[in-house]
């Protein structure tokens, strides 16, 4: 038997994965006694770091009682569900993670389904027990519901149970007696996850994930299923179509801490670095010279939301970017597919447009920031969720909502949601909060979380995932108020703000760079209004008194790529640069917008 086993770490966003990996790479003693390794090490990108989330899957290793542990952490949120299908395939059993006080929730269940799909062997492990108003015997309850809801094995139903706290670094198998450290998990882990096996015969590996290094390229990441791949050993690329390509490998590395350790040779049942293979893409095999098999192809959710992006055409283009053109655009958008599986970019009939397909905002978010803050500009359209017919019935994408609220606003959101077509499923009470579960479509999903928290005071905590496409359910009021839009090019005036405070709220401060057909405000009223906000003060020689009065102005509202992506309309671009996010109409002139306007009726 081989001393390997494989892991993988699965959780709702926010339930302590990284934490958890952070804390039994310090238990192992991976770093030196005066190495400052900083929190949450393997959220190594800044957009991870400043989210607090998960978005590419890591591995690590460990060594515990001379057995190497294989540890892939996993995102939360369901938008990079692809990232998790993937990796899984990579693990022998997972240790599902669940918050003493929230449970089970939707994210949970969605890997929780997948995982116990592949057959993965789990141990559960509820954190977070040293906060108040914890249920920890509840929430073991209700994951043992959950594991039965999703036809799970009897063997699986045996499952062990842990808990404990990441952050203050203990597991005990009683909640009530704390441990010292986490040895109760990493034994758990040697006694109830099965070895890797090791299987004779011809090399089979498939790629699972994907890394780049300016040096040597792309670097194929999987686990070896069959058989053992050499340094220098010839090999076949068995393409997802089933076409073959002959290469070569040339480096093999193997995982070892935070970094990687270069090896001769890698034996079924361990992960490793591939370098050297031409022309890969995830999902296809790395298989014998002359008998290539080809591993069944990795099944990905399909998108449900799709997105136009098109290249900056506004008077402020290439001010702040390095990268502007549509053949930039074009390659960064193909380059993303490579290792974005979830991710479908398509050509229109214009050159410059694409329209991108993704699982949700969220995911399209993240590509466009990343864009953004390598010296992209881009414009991008409103979201639109992707409708399909199935059997002569036009049906739309459905979204499991689920919401946690103060009791005392929870009707503010019901009523929120069924404006959207929502339907309430399940109402119960959590503790001091109110625990909502609806059905709404995605469209409904889009601008929604903005009005809850401003309803809630900020309280409200939201989740959804993916359900199933159901029939067309209607229309759904969009915007309900209109936008104050720029007259001319120029820059703002304080003097011009103040004096149209009355007609709205102010997305500009003073002083401020703006151009015609840029939107400036939100009216109070349900129609578009043009405003000059460049126009000065008359000077004059004459002075009265109460004339120069100081100006009062309310501060401006700054939104973020997602809530500007949930709050534009039909006719409304959101264009990114490096430094700033603005929105404007797609027809800057006034006339143009009378022309075109039946277009987005």
Not at 327 to 339: A, D, G, P, S
Not at 421 to 428: A, D, Q, S, T
Not at 533 to 546: C, D, H, P, Y
Request: charged share 25%; with cysteine.
């Amino acid at each position: 038997m081989q001393k390997i086993r494989n892991i993988a770490i699965i959780a709702h966003v926010d339930h302590g994965k990284t934490t958890l990996v952070d804390k039994i790479l310090h238990f192992t003693n991976l770093f030196r006694e005066n190495e400052q390794a900083g929190e949450l090490i393997l959220d190594n990108n800044d957009l991870e770091r400043e989210r607090g989330i998960t978005i590419v899957s890591k591995n690590v290793a460990v060594k515990y009682k001379d057995v190497k542990i294989n540890i892939i952490d996993t995102p939360g949120h369901a938008d990079f569900g692809g990232e998790v299908e993937r990796v899984l395939k990579m693990a022998d059993g997972v240790i599902l993670l669940v918050d003493a006080f929230e449970g089970p929730m939707p994210q949970t269940r969605f890997v929780t389904q997948k995982a116990l799909a592949l057959g993965l062997k789990p141990i559960v492990v509820v954190n977070k027990v040293d906060k108040e108003n914890c249920r920890p015997d509840e929430v073991y309850e209700a994951v043992f519901e959950l594991f039965f809801n999703l036809d799970a094995t009897e063997e699986q139903l045996d499952f062990p149970v842990l808990y404990g706290s990441s952050k203050q670094g203990w597991m005990a198998t009683d909640w009530k007696q704390p441990a010292d450290d986490f040895t109760p998990l990493l034994e758990a882990i040697l006694e109830h996850i099965p070895a890797a096996p090791y299987q004779e015969g011809t090399l089979q590996m498939q790629v699972t994930s994907l890394d780049y290094s300016s040096f040597v390229g792309r670097i194929a990441i999987g686990r070896v299923a069959r058989g053992t791949i050499r340094e220098n050993q010839p090999v076949s690329l068995v393409k997802r179509d089933g076409k073959i390509v002959k290469s070569r490998v040339k480096e093999l590395h193997t995982f070892e801490g935070l970094g990687r350790v270069k090896v001769q040779e890698v034996k079924a049942g361990d992960i490793c670095a591939v370098v050297g293979i031409e022309g890969f893409d995830i999902g296809d095999t790395i298989a014998d010279f002359e008998n290539p098999e080809q591993l069944e192809v990795i099944h990905i959710d399909e998108p449900t939301m799709n997105m136009l992006f098109t290249i900056n055409n506004s008077p402020f283009f290439g001010k702040e970017g390095k990268f502007v053109t549509s053949r930039h655009l074009q390659e960064r958008l193909y380059k993303e597919t490579e290792k974005n599986l979830a991710l479908k970019v398509v050509q229109t009939n214009s050159p410059d447009s694409y329209l991108v397909y993704g699982r949700g905002i969220l995911h399209l978010s993240v590509l466009i920031e990343t864009m953004r803050r390598e010296g992209y500009e881009l414009q991008v359209g409103q979201p639109q969720v992707i409708v399909k017919e199935i059997d002569g019935v036009k049906c739309e994408p459905i979204e499991s909502l689920v919401v946690d609220v103060p009791a005392e606003v929870s009707g503010k959101v019901i009523e929120l949601v069924t404006q959207r077509k929502g339907e309430l499923l399940v109402m119960e009470t959590k503790g001091d909060m109110q625990h909502l579960e609806f059905d709404i479509p995605a469209r409904g999903i889009i601008g929604l979380r903005n009005n809850v928290l401003t309803a809630t005071a900020g309280e409200a905590v939201m989740a959804h995932r993916f359900k199933a496409y159901e029939p067309w359910k209607g229309t759904i009021p969009g915007r309900l108020a209109g936008v104050l839009v720029s007259m001319e090019k120029g820059q703002t005036t304080a003097y011009s703000i103040d004096k149209l405070q009355d007609r709205g709220r102010f997305f500009v401060d003073p002083g401020v760079d703006v151009y015609e057909g840029q939107i400036v405000g939100e009216h109070i009223r349900d129609n578009d209004l043009v405003v000059n906000l460049v126009k000065g003060k008359q000077l004059t020689n004459m002075r009265a008194s109460g004339s120069d009065d100081n100006v009062r102005i309310a501060p401006a509202i700054k939104f973020s790529l997602e809530e500007s992506m949930e709050y534009i309309q039909a006719d409304e671009y959101i264009e990114v640069t490096p430094k700033s996010i603005r929105l404007r109409k797609i027809y800057l002139t006034e006339n143009e917008r009378k022309v075109n306007a039946k277009k987005f009726q």
